[in-house]
């Protein structure tokens, strides 16, 4: 059981990240469709953890890998555009994307709950201003390094809080996300580390489409997980807010250590939300 566990929530998209990153670096102009497959990364993820779907899908987990599909194939036809989104359209996907499916998989929880529903629109409009600032990126010093940094640890703080809200499956999920995420950074730091500046920063249409999973796991988890704590949900979010600050006011460091330090101050608000979920 812990040895699956670790394999399918570890491993696995450890492995796949690695893989994503590898055909960010020698896709070329087809590195745009990377946020397409980060989606079937996670579809293969929700499917390996929860089982195949079933058709049609009635309760609100049973929808989850529907979406993925969905939004997989969006985000391969955002990967055709060769413009990269500005602001407002960037803002715009975000919401919609994330929204929509939320809307779909909660919409009677978020009719008879106000403060859930208070609270996953919260978070997905702070999402879509976050991609309103992060989209096209600042080339400021921080060369892109702190939005991945920034969703990575949003993730882990989020796979706690399902935790110990007591969603298990959705804990799991957003383990394999950060996993995922974890893998396309450690590949991108070494060849950050070999010359490359540009290296941490996903492109235009593959950072929309983390965005838009990360919102939509948040948001899930705010419907679904039972006990899940707001306080440490919106904490969870924050490290986002910290990465358009340093996009723009990068630390003045040896550069091998830029994407470290940013790492490190994305990390702060997460942990914060782990101890407000664990000790709450």
Not at 16 to 44: D, I, K, N, Q
Not at 134 to 147: E, I, T
Not at 242 to 254: T, Y
Request: glycine share 8%; aromatic share 8%.
């Amino acid at each position: 059981m812990i040895a699956d566990l670790i394999l399918w929530t570890v491993l696995v998209p450890l492995a796949l990240g690695l893989a994503l990153g590898l055909f960010s670096r020698h896709a070329g102009e087809r590195r745009a469709l990377g946020g397409g497959l980060l989606f079937v990364l996670a579809l293969l993820a929700v499917v390996a953890i929860e089982g195949m779907p079933v058709f049609p899908p009635v309760a609100g987990k049973q929808k989850l890998p529907f979406v993925l599909a969905g939004l997989a194939v969006l985000f391969f036809l955002l990967g055709h555009v060769r413009r990269p989104a500005g602001r407002l359209p960037a803002a715009a996907t975000v919401l919609l994307a994330a929204a929509v499916p939320a809307v779909w998989i909660g919409y009677r929880i978020l009719s008879a709950a106000p403060v859930k529903a208070f609270l996953v629109f919260g978070l997905l409009f702070f999402f879509a201003l976050a991609a309103a600032l992060l989209s096209p990126s600042p080339r400021s010093r921080a060369q892109g390094q702190a939005p991945l940094a920034a969703l990575l640890f949003a993730l882990i703080a989020t796979a706690v809080v399902s935790v110990t809200g007591g969603y298990i499956g959705m804990a799991q999920v957003c383990g394999a996300a950060a996993a995922a995420t974890g893998g396309w950074l450690l590949l991108s730091y070494v060849a950050y580390l070999g010359g490359d500046d540009a290296a941490m920063h996903p492109g235009p249409q593959p950072l929309l489409a983390w965005l838009v999973l990360t919102a939509l796991l948040m948001a899930v988890t705010a419907l679904l997980a039972p006990s899940a704590n707001p306080v440490a949900l919106v904490l969870a979010a924050l490290p986002l807010a910290l990465a358009a600050w340093l996009e723009r006011r990068g630390p003045d460091l040896p550069r091998a250590l830029q994407p470290v330090a940013a790492g490190a101050i994305c990390a702060v608000p997460a942990l914060a939300a782990i101890l407000v979920s664990v000790l709450a």
